[in-house]
């Protein structure tokens, strides 16, 4: 049987897995097993549920939450329905879910809990057209004895007479956040009123506020929300708990509804499933739309090409709305495997790793390089004794894995199709004579690294951009193998993988079946240039998107007869059968005096510093490159300490002459000749940044990407003085 909707593919699973574990969710701070015929079930009640509520087939709906079972549960029942969900961070600006929620179409919206219905109540008024709200979380309202709404739990507002402790603490939040709203009865609101009235100033002083009181009572006032027991009689758009809407499911289903099964049963291959908004790193997001066939492409070949199987469990610590991690649980469901939900900060990662024992796990790189980099400085703090060895074995294993990846063609060549002779000769001589130490190294050091990971990873998935090529000869090094691949939102999204038995260093691996890529040169589209010269990424199979949502214009841009145009930048082995990333055309540097440079080499080589944290590249029109670089402040302040540096602050800090030198020493260092940069390369004036760059201030994207625009429009004045 030929599968070609998602839905045919998850009922397909449940008929041939139904009791094996499909997620694992936490409760009580263990992992709970749901099966796939659970799974399913709970698919099937929460979509009925939202026939019920009034969602129909093409409907198009938001979905506005972070990484957590709920998520996969809607978005499974949405595809179900026929409909189409616009996925959005659980961390979106009120303006960006205006944007997402009111270009796409939406009639209705899934946000996750109060930080998102807030954000949502800011700009309500200007999207009309959402008529129903779903709640994975019920929020807090301050309430007496009134009647109040089933997504909502009530919190006394007084104690006695007194205002109640968490009242007070709620209100200092709302004065310090203008995107906070409070939701209250309307008793609670004229006490809070009358609250304000007399303590106003106290307020302002405790909050450190210097507004004036009356425009801050009046904001306080206006973002007060009363919500009444009959809320969804008297307002629009109505607001439903999760659990509201599943016990709609329920008792549709148990009235003997089959409406869910006969849509999802019509689905068919070029529904429109999703429209995902890019990043916008430049101009206004674009809405990709994916259908069930560009998905299924990819939940057909990618198992096979990444050689996933039922006996793999994932952790998961990606958000689910970034397509790649979405792909990603689509082909667990498709091979039987099982979903554990974990996040990406070490304080929950680290544990879950260790008690979950995962043989597969999907990162973005920034999550590699953090883990490289903590090791490092580990060891850097470590006695005289464990620098040693660490250093013997990394420096052994280097060599070794050099011999070896030559012999078993793990090294990929850019220049010629083989090595001669004498270097294979070398390289066996090399593997003998290095065996023994490299397995005394590995007992000693490498292994009980790789058991961070919980000791069962058959290998990891790294996406999302490109690994650098330290931080890809570490981890191969010390045998904690990750296999990088490639693709775009657009693609939906892998176009390209390396595999554990395929493992080609420094490449993102070959086309997965049924995608083709070619090389072409970066002033003329039409022509391909030869493998092992560098050009545009274009990329042509069932995986390309329909387009972008109401924007004919920027579709025919990027596709032309069936052709996607990345806009990355790449190059094929000699043997044309793998592809290396270079970085993106839009990001090229132009000289004034015509030189083009690729910023991404020179960031990845300067965050091998280890006081370096994040750095990007500058000198678009300039006579030469700059670099603003946000410190490793650990490692900094320990080098301070050490130097006997004093300084009075942060800003302090970054201005002392002797921390501005130890950057100007380390910038020289790596930006060299000698590690193959051309003379206007390393020509680099610097300027070192308070604090990281971050998705509130709209530095990076919600996939951690450098919006360099943005960033070169707010640092333009450091930009001028250290390019000239």
Known sequence: MELVTLNEMLRNSVSLYSDRIAFKVKKDGKFAPITYQEFYKKVEIFATGLLGIGIEKFDHVGLVSDNRFEWIISDMAIIGLRAVDIPCSGGSSPQDIYFKLNHSDSTSAILEGETQLSNFYKIAKDIPQIKNIILYDKIKIFSEKEAFPEWTIPINFKEQEEISKKFKSEIELLAKNNNKYLFLSSKAKIFLEKYLDKNIDNLLREVHLKDKADSVKNSLINRAVVIGGEYNKTHSPKIYSFEGVNKIGENLLAQGDVSFSEIAKSGQSNDLTTIIYTSGTTSDPKGVMLTNSNFMHNVINAPIAITINKDDNFLSVLPSWHVYERIVEYCALRVGASTAYSKPFKQILLPDLKNEKPTVMCSVPRIWESLYKGIIDKINKGSSLQKIIFNWAINLGEEYKNAEGMLNGNWPLFDRLEYTSEELAQARSTVKRLRWKYHLADKLVFKKIRELTGGRFRFAISGGGALNETTDRFFNIIGLIITEGYGLTETSPILAGRTKKDNIMFTVGSPIPEVEIKIVDKDNHSKEVANGEMGIVFAKGPMVMKGYYKNEEKTREVIQDGWFNTGDLGKKTYNGKYLKLLGRIKDTIVLRGGENVEPLPLEDKLKESEYINMVIVVGQDKPRLGALIVPDFD??????????????????LIHHPKVVSLY????????????GFNPFETVMG????????????????????????????????DIDKICG
């Not at 490692?635 to 302090?652: A, C, F, H, P, S």
């Open 686 to 717: 610097i300027t070192l940044l308070p604090h990281e760059f971050t998705m509130e201030a709209g530095e990076i994207t919600e996939t951690l990407k450098m919006k360099r625009f943005e960033i070169h429009k707010k640092y333009k004045e």
């Open 635 to 652: 490692n900094l302040k320990d080098y301070v300490e050490r130097e006997n540096i004093k300084y009075e602050n942060i800003d302090g």
């Open 664 to 675: 100007q020493k380390e910038q020289k260092r790596l930006i060299s000749k000698e590690h």
